[in-house]
């Protein structure tokens, strides 16, 4: 076997000189600390042109789910969920009894006449 094999083996075509640190400009960025209500700490980046308004108070953690804010001695709680409503709840709060009754009279009535059941 001989020695002093090939040159390039083992690095990609055009990687430039061996030991090159400088693989491109990394922009200038802000780490931004997240908390959410179990300790658990997100840091997020953002470029460090922004402005301050832009940079959300609020996260959803990818550690548990719950939201994440900023400051660490009081985290944002979790809103509070509310239940499935089907299509029938949502008419409940719309219509009264009284009305729902004429209506539904109504339209029996209105379906009696096209059987001729009147």
Do not use: C
């Not at 083992?10 to 491109?24: F, I, L, N, S």
């Not at 994440?68 to 239940?83: C, I, S």
């Not at 949502?90 to 339209?107: H, I, S």
Request: hydrophobic share 35%; proline share 6%; glycine share 10%.
């Amino acid at each position: 076997m001989a020695t002093g094999g090939n040159a390039i083996r083992g690095t990609r075509v055009g990687a430039g000189p061996m030991g090159e640190q400088d693989h491109g400009h990394h922009a200038d960025r802000v780490a931004v600390s997240y908390w959410d209500a179990l300790g658990n700490e997100t840091v997020r980046y953002f470029a460090a042109g922004i402005a301050a308004e832009e940079i959300p108070e609020t996260i959803d953690s990818p550690h548990s789910g719950l939201p994440a804010g900023r400051d660490k001695e009081n985290p944002p709680a979790l809103a509070k969920a509310e239940p499935y409503k089907t299509h029938l709840a949502y008419v409940k709060e719309r219509r009264t009894d009284e009305e729902a009754d004429a209506l539904l009279e109504d339209a029996l009535q209105q379906l009696r006449e096209r059987r001729g059941q009147s």
